[in-house]
């Protein structure tokens, strides 16, 4: 069974401070990898999708990066709006009765002081 | 302009009670999805509807009845509502395809008491 594990739980930064969020995943073949932000209240927001080991993606503050069990999600020099909870999530290379679905992993809850 | 609407946002009802939550995805994908948050925040998917074709059914009670009448609208009727089924459930949309992200609308707080 597919497994995403992401780590640390929470992570409470000072504005500039930058940090690293850790997922690791275990899937018979990873079609994709997705990280989504989600603040309190909404649904999760597509922010990147990762194909293959050694792929890197930035986006103002973020970037992702992917190797052949883990993922990264690099925050430099964080403001406070960036407080959210990380989720990561895989897409599996399964069979057709398994679709598309998308493996997620408890997230990180990030809280960024001014 | 919302992209993955549901209603109702909040939804509060007593055990034994049937109820129903509605989507519609006006971003033109053929794919939907109903997904479950439960307190501990971990979102798994329940069920996915491809062009009105049940394609995903995962390990569910079979109180869960999704209905899809066109593929712009997926709705998820629950029976006989237990304290367990208390959670916040989101829909989603895609393109279905490989790689493509899906677009979740803000969810439906459900609390049964």
């Known amino acids: 069974e597919d497994q995403v594990t992401q780590s640390p739980e929470a992570l409470r930064l000072q504005e500039g401070e930058s940090s690293s969020l850790n997922c690791s995943y275990t899937?018979?073949?990873?079609?994709?990898l997705f990280w989504y932000r989600q603040d309190p209240g909404k649904g999760p927001e597509f922010l990147f999708t990762?194909?293959?080991a050694g792929e890197e993606k930035e986006k103002e503050r973020l970037k992702a990066t992917l190797t052949k069990k883990e993922s990264f999600l690099h925050i430099t020099a964080p403001k406070p709006e960036d407080s959210a909870t990380y989720l990561c999530a895989v897409q599996a290379v399964l069979d057709q009765s398994s679709g598309d679905k998308l493996t997620f992993g408890t997230g990180t809850r990030l809280a960024v002081r001014p | 302009d919302t992209a993955v609407s549901q209603t109702p946002k909040y939804l509060v009802t007593q055990m034994g009670n049937d109820k129903s939550i509605k989507c519609e995805q006006n971003?033109?994908?053929?794919?939907m999805y109903w997904y479950k948050q439960d307190s501990k925040k971990f979102l798994k998917i329940m069920f996915s509807y491809n062009n009105k074709e049940l394609i995903i059914n995962e390990t569910v009670p079979n109180r869960f009845s999704p209905k899809s009448p066109d593929k712009a609208h997926l709705n998820l009727h629950i029976n006989s509502l237990e304290l367990g089924d208390s959670a916040v459930y989101f829909c989603?949309?895609?393109?279905?395809?490989?790689?493509?992200?899906?677009?979740f609308g803000n969810g439906t707080r459900l609390t049964v008491t």
């Open positions: 989603a949309s895609g393109y279905g395809t490989p790689h493509s992200p899906l677009h």
């Open positions: 899937v018979s073949g990873l079609r994709g």
């Open positions: 971003l033109g994908h053929d794919t």
């Open positions: 990762l194909y293959s």
